[in-house]
């Protein structure tokens, strides 16, 4: 979950390693804080999404060259995944920080707008504009690519 929701959000697999790798070792030393399982997985995606959050921002500041174009090798399970849409995981990546947070927890972690609030400390409200803004601008740019392609057909 904790690497899953990294990849998802920072789409750089080496960077979604270490960030997990280090949010492991973070609540290694918060043990005796935790009460439940229940409460460990909270703190994990809590911890994930503000460490990918700033993480988005500082690579902002500082370019990485990469391999974007060239698709990473997975496997596919039984369930389907729904970000593994090439174009689909570009658009959710061009969202900005914060917003492209809130897709992943809602759409992939499957989250309710009240749990992705508490998590990332802002108002039910906002996280409700930003899934609104979000999956408009996704749709907007989605059937404009259809529309362009049923011209060339």
């Known amino acids: 979950m904790v690497f899953s929701l990294a990849l998802r959000a920072l789409r750089d697999r080496a960077v979604a390693e270490e960030l997990a790798q280090d949010v492991f070792l973070q609540l290694y030393g918060q ?24 993480e988005i921002r500082k690579r902002r500041f500082r370019p990485i060259a990469g391999l974007e174009n060239v698709p990473e090798p997975a496997e596919r399970g039984t369930q389907p995944d729904f970000f593994l849409d090439d ?46 803004r979000s999956l408009a601008f996704l749709r907007g740019k989605l059937e404009k690519g259809f529309r362009v392609l049923e011209g060339l057909a």
């Open 31 to 54: 043990m005796d804080r935790i009460e439940s399982a229940q409460h460990a997985t909270w703190w994990l995606r809590r911890t994930t999404s503000h460490r990918a959050i700033d």
């Open 87 to 132: 174009r689909l995981r570009k658009l959710v990546g061009a969202l900005p920080e914060k917003a492209r947070m809130v897709v992943v927890l809602r759409y992939q972690e499957d989250l309710d707008p009240m749990d992705i609030a508490e998590m990332l400390e802002m108002p039910v409200a906002t996280v409700k504009s930003h899934l609104h």
